[in-house]
């Protein structure tokens, strides 16, 4: 009971902060059409960026009165959510530098400990890591020469 | 339209064309990232050393399988694989996780038959009556048919009107990104290169749907979908019993498919949305969409495979091709030295209507290819171990990203948009808005600039955008799609209220 | 110019057999040949159009793919960074390679651009519904003059070459239009045939696509184009314009000089093929031949036309 609790003033905090974001991207939107030249390009972002300021807006003076909200990250392990993101996110940036595949293997390999839940064996090891290698070079083969997708 | 033609359709070199072009398609539009548009474009050339009727039921054949694969990601993944899939999602997934995913899955192969058939048809036996649809939307009409697309966000943000609408705003804004389309500034880039391209619909997608889904996957150890005990057999006569009993909800979605394929410029996506809106808007109170409603499914389904059919009457009417696709295949005819345009089912019959035999053939294939596929990648996805199926969906999204424009920015993009997708579903600001929104921002725009440009110019503004009997019809549907949700949630609370009091 | 051309027929015929085998011996594989655009465009359909010839004459598959996103610009941008090996030639189109670096920092430069071949260009033309009450050019120009501001004609995109000439005949003639900004000549011609628009500035080849279904008015083309042996070109007219979009391919600016001579040769080779030309003029298009050695004259004076039109419009400062 406590536990959900404390989730819940989370989940108030953080509809809080997306709510604020919001109306800043809406008032950055607003800022950079001050900058455009052509009428027609202005019209669009303006009116929707006024739209997206005002329902933000509501979102947060809402949130504020009533702060009842159930949302949050609910639970899970940090680390395996971050392993993931992180090593594709490295997998983006290695690419260009030491090719498609070595880089695809950062990323697979992240999410393969990532979402390893159980005990490692012999025969899931093998198998796993096994099974990683000949996907990714079946897409790799796929993409390079049947589609020639220039990958790095 | 004679029987030669329909029997030239049914060579056993074609038919196998026919049988191997649906199940490229399926398996291309099954996996995020990999476009009908990308394999289209690869196999053009092998179609220049082929007879053009035959040439061009494969890649007729690979279009309509491809919009059908979509539907497996969008089911089993929570991605659409396709963006004409981006409405399966709303029950597929659920229906999956509820442990229905071979009954979703089956479901999606009938509705996209029928509304493969429906659209095909219609091509066959309406084209030229119907291409004037195509030239009757103006710039207002295609405006105010993105604000019917936008209003479903408030059906589908049941929860939170405030924030579907401020996360289908935040959509728009992405779309406006980069160059303009047409206008003459390069927005909200802030003089970084990265952004001049600005997010394109697809990656946009990937990262805003599939990422949330790995991560929230890896964090606990539970199954991706729920699965009975006992490995029942293949549930197609449950499903088939199921679109039996959908028959008005097939037939309309698979006309309101057919005309907005054949509106250029709108395809599959906004077709489904129409269609799931619709779906949702005369359902009956038990049916619960947006929860695992098979009626969902069948909409979305339907209405985007009865876009091939209708995307190609204004390719082939008018020379004006719908999606890419399409555009993809008039390139191909015109290499073949078909004349396309207002003259070709005159001077080039033959072929013409041997395509669309073809694609007929090609989609009555889908049913068997399709429901064999369909329990193949349902099986898969189900047995196969979490830890493998993560990091394998991963690395698809990261290659097919990259493929779509050959860019490892849109692969950053995508990542960015996905993690920012994903703490924000975390309260409250689900993704479905923001596609809308990224999806028909860019309709909307263009419809209003040059609705308003034009009716500034003839000093006619109000008659512009309020006097035209389509657009008429249009705000009428927007606006009882918004009231009546509304009404019944009303009248649902004071029931409520009255029998808490009695 | 037509001397020109057949000077240039001649040798290419001399040479092709030398071209070939260069080629064979340069060319280890596919050659994948990127569209920056979507499917479906002028820019595709004419690459559509090379392809077969390519694979005829130089025994490789031209592999064409698409690269869409900010006008092109996403493309170009990354163009330099591809390889050079002759293995990967991109589209370019003109006046978006000079139009938008002026505008402002895109990624690239129109300079930095290797264009070794301008092969085409779709001149300028209005274009009217067959049931149009505009007969002629002066119809049109009487009514704007009546009705300033009242005529629309619809176009592919801004400061676009639509855009450009739709400002530069309103100068012209004296007149007042207003134009109406589509994304693509697809849609454009889609607002043309619906009457949305009164008018539309495309290009020959949506006359050459849409055949009786809509009538030319005039073509920017120094004389009459052979498809349209009635239309008259502005010039009669007495109105002093001609051009429209033009369409190259670049090499990567790592390619070798040697590697972009051969690309030169080939591209020219396959221009000069009767049959290629045929297909192209059918399809609306006009031929156009500069090749590695007179692209700097060309892009210059293409420049120079571009910036001062596009400054007069008030598209860039």
Redesign the interface.
């Known amino acids: 009971m406590a536990k959900s609790a404390l989730s819940n003033t989370k989940g108030n905090l953080g509809s809080l902060v997306v709510s604020a974001l919001f109306v800043v991207v809406g008032l950055v939107t607003l800022w950079d059409t001050t900058s455009y030249t052509d009428r027609d390009s202005q019209v669009f972002p303006q009116t929707v960026a006024l739209v997206l300021v005002l329902t933000a807006g509501i979102s947060f003076v809402t949130q504020f009165l009533r702060p009842s909200e159930s949302d949050g990250f609910g639970p899970g392990d940090w680390w395996r959510r971050l392993l993931l993101v992180i090593t594709m996110i490295l997998a983006c940036f290695l690419m260009p530098v030491v090719g498609f595949l070595p880089a695809g293997a950062i990323a697979f390999a992240g999410g393969l400990v990532a979402a390893m839940h159980d005990r490692w064996s012999i025969k899931t090891l093998l198998l796993y890591w096994g099974f990683g290698g000949v996907i990714m070079m079946v897409f790799f083969a796929l993409f390079k020469y049947a589609l020639h997708v220039p990958l790095p | 339209m004679e029987l030669s033609q329909f029997i030239s359709a049914l060579t056993p070199f074609n038919l196998a064309l026919a049988l191997f072009g649906v199940v490229a398609g399926t398996v291309v539009g099954s996996i995020p990232g990999?476009t009908a548009?990308?394999?289209l474009?690869?196999l053009?050339?092998i179609t220049?050393s082929m007879e053009p009727a035959s040439a061009l039921i494969l890649l007729g054949a690979i279009y309509t399988g491809a919009i059908y694969g979509g539907a497996y990601a969008a089911i089993l993944l929570n991605t659409p694989g396709t963006p004409s899939a981006i409405a399966t999602t709303f029950d597929g997934y659920p229906m999956a996780k509820k442990g229905d995913g071979d009954l979703a899955v089956a479901l999606a192969c009938f509705a996209s038959v029928f509304g493969g058939l429906v659209g095909a048809f219609a091509l066959l036996f309406l084209a030229p009556p119907l291409s004037k649809v195509?030239?009757?939307?103006?710039?207002v009409e295609y405006f105010w048919l993105s604000i019917f697309g936008l209003s479903l966000i408030a059906s589908l943000s049941s929860g939170?009107v405030?924030?579907g609408?401020?996360g289908g705003?935040?959509g728009?804004?992405l779309s406006?990104v980069?160059?303009?389309?047409?206008?003459?500034?390069?927005?909200?880039t802030?003089?970084s290169?990265m952004l001049?391209?600005?997010f394109?619909v697809v990656g946009a997608m990937i990262g805003l749907y599939c990422?949330p889904v790995?991560?929230?996957?890896?964090?606990?150890?539970d199954r991706h979908l729920k699965v009975e005990d006992d490995v029942r057999s293949v549930r197609i006569g449950e499903a088939f019993n199921l679109a039996m009993k959908s028959k008005f909800n097939l037939v309309r979605s698979s006309i309101i498919g057919t005309l907005v394929g054949i509106l250029?410029?709108a395809g599959g996506s906004v077709a489904g949305l129409v269609a799931y809106s619709e779906a949702k808007r005369t359902a009956s109170p038990e049916q619960r969409f947006g929860e695992g409603e098979p009626d969902g499914i069948m909409a979305t389904e339907s209405a985007n495979n009865a876009t091939v059919g209708g995307g190609f009457v204004?390719t082939l009417v008018?020379?004006?091709?719908g999606t890419?696709p399409?555009?993809?295949v008039?390139?191909?005819l015109?290499?073949q030295g078909v004349?396309?345009?207002?003259?070709m089912f005159s001077q080039s019959g033959s072929i013409v209507y041997t395509f669309i035999y073809g694609l007929i053939i090609a989609t009555l294939l889908m049913l068997p290819a399709g429901l064999l596929i369909g329990r193949y990648a349902y099986k898969s996805i189900v047995t196969i171990?979490?830890?493998?199926?993560?990091?394998?969906v991963?690395?698809?999204t990261?290659?097919g990203t990259?493929?779509i424009?050959?860019?490892?920015t849109d692969?950053?993009l995508m990542?960015c948009l996905g993690?920012f997708g994903w703490?924000?579903a975390?309260?409250?600001?689900s993704a479905s808005p923001i596609v809308l929104g990224l999806i028909l921002?860019?309709i909307?725009?263009?419809g209003?600039?040059?609705g308003?440009?034009?009716g500034?110019?003839?000093?006619n503004l109000f008659g512009m955008f309020f006097g035209r009997p389509i657009s008429q019809a249009i705000l009428a549907f927007t606006l009882i799609t918004l009231i009546v949700p509304l009404y019944m949630a009303r009248r649902k609370s004071r029931v409520q209220e009255v029998s808490d009091n009695g | 110019m037509i001397k020109n051309s057949l000077v240039k027929t001649a040798a290419a015929i001399l040479l092709s057999a030398h071209v070939g085998m260069a080629a064979s011996a340069e060319l280890s594989g596919p050659v994948s040949y990127v569209i920056p655009f979507g499917p479906g465009g002028e820019s595709d359909i004419s690459a559509r159009f090379q392809q077969p010839f390519f694979k005829e004459k130089f025994g490789q598959d031209l592999v064409i793919s698409y690269q869409p996103g900010g006008g092109g610009a996403v493309g170009w941008a990354s163009l330099n960074g591809l390889s050079g090996d002759g293995h990967t030639i991109m589209g370019v189109n003109l006046p978006h390679i000079i139009i938008k670096p002026a505008q402002k920092d895109v990624g690239f430069k129109t300079e930095e651009l290797n264009t070794f071949y301008m092969f085409h260009y779709t001149p300028d033309a209005i274009v009217v519904n067959a049931d149009s009450p505009y007969q002629t050019l002066a119809d049109l120009v009487a009514d704007a003059k009546a009705k300033p501001g009242e005529v629309t004609l619809s176009g592919s995109g801004k400061a676009s070459a639509n855009h450009l000439a739709q400002i530069k005949f309103d100068k012209l003639a004296g007149i007042t239009t207003t134009y109406v900004p589509f994304k693509g000549t697809g849609a454009a011609v889609a607002a043309l045939l619906g009457n949305q628009t009164k008018a539309e500035w495309g290009y020959t080849s949506v006359g050459a696509k849409q055949g009786d279904a809509v009538r030319m008015l005039a073509v920017a083309m120094g004389e009459r184009h052979p498809l349209f042996p009635d239309v008259p070109t502005f010039k009669e007219l007495g109105y002093d314009m001609t051009g429209g979009a033009y369409r190259g391919i670049a090499l990567p600016n790592t390619a070798s000089a040697e590697t972009t001579k051969l690309w030169s040769d080939m591209i020219g080779e396959i221009n000069n093929d009767p049959e290629f030309r045929k297909t192209m003029l059918d399809g609306g298009f006009a031929m156009l031949d500069v090749g590695a050695d007179e692209m700097s004259d060309f892009m210059a004076e293409r420049i120079e036309e571009y910036i001062t039109d596009a400054r007069a419009a008030g598209l860039i400062e």
């Open positions: 990999l548009t990308m394999a474009a690869v053009v050339p220049f195509a030239l009757a939307f103006g710039p939170n405030i924030k609408l401020a705003a935040f728009m804004i406006t980069g160059v303009a389309e047409i206008s003459a500034d390069i927005r909200l802030f003089g290169q001049i391209g600005g394109g990422i790995l991560i929230d996957l890896v964090a606990t150890p250029p410029g204004p008018l020379g004006i091709p890419p399409d555009a993809i008039l390139g191909a015109l290499v004349r396309t345009g207002p003259t171990p979490k830890a493998v199926l993560v990091p394998t991963g690395f698809m990261i290659i990259f493929s424009r050959n860019s490892v692969v950053f990542l993690v703490v924000v975390k309260f409250g600001f921002g860019p909307a725009e263009q209003f600039v040059q308003w440009t034009i500034a110019a003839t000093k």
